[in-house]
């Protein structure tokens, strides 16, 4: 009986003694499964707040990075974007921009370049853009090392014109379209397309006395001839910072034929003059228009080497055509290919009329000296073919002269017009063609000459 009792206290002691420990450990459990989800609150709420801190941080460079942030930031010496004075240009030529796309579209002046010439000047002058810097091009040489600190989409485009590579492009496609027949038919038109290119050496003298430099007189003479792309050629080689207003001036002439060229040739001829009638030009043989382009080329090459990038490439082109072997790739240069640098070739011009490069005094005066040599290259073509009425047998009529500068085929048609004007049977159109292609290599041959004198 004695045993029994104590077992039995040693049991109750024994669970006595446990149950309080289960009790201790399942409170200590408890308390360990709170704070560890305490903790992991604490976690996934310092991770929401990490992640809305990142969004906020986000949201903020973004803002600090918009255009908008960057314009009303004020520099070091307390002043905002409009408080800088000089930052009023970057507006004026975005209103510049507009008019020259207004021109483009609706008054349709030489939309194919215009175009995308605005769109250029609009781009480059959009502020903090980034998509041209003219320091990576500054002293006329291409800083190829600062290239990979950031350059621009059109500072890369930019090397096609600056390399020379976009104007001879363009002149492979012109040399498709072109029908060199009433030259070769009437071989003395070629002396009034010699006659025309009067007007760049004479404005070139002109802008010398003017204070330009040789090579800024060279850019702003060979606006006379009417020549875009040689005129972006030889101004990206000599006279790279006026490259801007040099293409707008060129480009707006050419589109101005109809409107500038009139009044002279009306001025400088009588209405008898104007009547006279001449042949039918004989016809030109094929074997006549394959050897052409390879004589020229060659002649050139041999003479005028600084020539030979724009006369190989137009008479690379015409070959093309003439040759009738290789019809897919003449439509190709004609169509595709002069579309594509066409487009290059202009946006990335525009891009050079940057604020500081336009707006300036020598802007204005290039404006004005270029129309001086677009107007002498006219008369120039049509004084000389008086000069030869008084000499030959068979009369010419002067109106041709002045298609003597290369916005082919415009001045030809010019010539028709206003021919048509004093005698409505008068047909001068193909007989103008010959001047008017004669332009075309008239033109290249000086750009290659001023290139020759000062590109070295």
Not at 241 to 255: D, E, F, Q, R
Not at 299 to 307: F, H, S, Y
Not at 387 to 406: D, T
Request: hydrophobic share 50%; charged share 15%.
């Amino acid at each position: 009986m004695m045993m029994k009792k104590h077992i039995f206290i040693l049991l109750a002691a024994f669970f006595g003694i446990l149950m309080p420990m289960s009790a201790e450990e399942t409170i200590r459990e408890e308390v360990a499964i709170v704070q560890t989800n305490s903790i992991e609150t604490d976690e996934a709420t310092a991770q929401q707040e990490q992640a809305s801190l990142k969004i906020g941080e986000s949201l903020v460079k973004f803002v600090k990075n918009t255009g908008f942030a960057k314009i009303f930031e004020y520099n070091a010496e307390g002043e905002n974007f409009f408080e800088r004075w000089k930052n009023l240009g970057y507006i004026v030529m975005l209103f510049i921009s507009c008019i020259l796309l207004y021109l483009a579209i609706v008054k349709k002046f030489e939309p194919l370049l215009l175009l995308p010439i605005a769109f250029g000047m609009l781009l480059t002058n959009l502020p903090m853009g980034g998509l041209y810097n003219p320091d990576l091009f500054a002293d006329g040489h291409v800083h190829w090392a600062e290239f990979a600190n950031g350059a621009g989409l059109l500072d890369y485009l930019y090397l096609g014109v600056k390399l020379g590579i976009y104007p001879c492009l363009i002149f492979v496609g012109v040399g498709a379209m072109t029908d060199f027949g009433p030259l070769l038919a009437n071989p003395k038109s070629l002396l009034l397309g010699a006659a025309a290119q009067f007007g760049i050496f004479a404005t070139y003298l002109a802008a010398v006395g003017l204070a330009f430099t040789p090579e800024e007189a060279a850019s702003i003479g060979i606006i006379g001839g009417a020549d875009g792309p040689t005129a972006i050629f030889l101004t990206s080689k000599l006279a790279p910072h006026l490259l801007g207003p040099i293409a707008v001036a060129a480009y707006s002439y050419m589109a101005l034929v109809p409107v500038i060229q009139p009044p002279i040739m009306r001025f400088l001829t009588s209405k008898k003059e104007r009547e006279i009638e001449m042949k039918q030009l004989r016809e030109v043989s094929r074997t006549e228009k394959i050897i052409f382009p390879i004589a020229v080329t060659m002649i050139v090459a041999l003479l005028l080497p600084d020539a030979a990038p724009l006369i190989g490439c137009l008479m690379l082109g015409n070959l093309m055509k003439e040759s009738g072997v290789v019809d897919r790739l003449s439509k190709t240069v004609q169509n595709e290919l002069m579309n594509i640098v066409t487009i290059f070739l202009g946006i990335t011009v525009g891009a050079t009329a940057t604020a500081g490069a336009f707006l300036n005094v020598k802007t204005l005066m290039i404006l004005g000296i270029g129309i001086v040599a677009f107007s002498l290259g006219t008369a120039s073509g049509v004084l000389l073919a008086k000069l030869m009425n008084v000499f030959s047998k068979e009369k010419v009529n002067p109106l041709i002269g002045s298609a003597g500068v290369s916005a082919v085929p415009m001045a030809a048609r010019v010539s028709q017009t206003v021919g048509q004007e004093s005698n409505p049977g008068n047909f001068l159109l193909m007989h103008a063609m010959g001047p008017n292609v004669a332009g075309v290599i008239g033109t290249a041959i000086a750009a290659g000459v001023l290139i020759a004198v000062y590109g070295g």
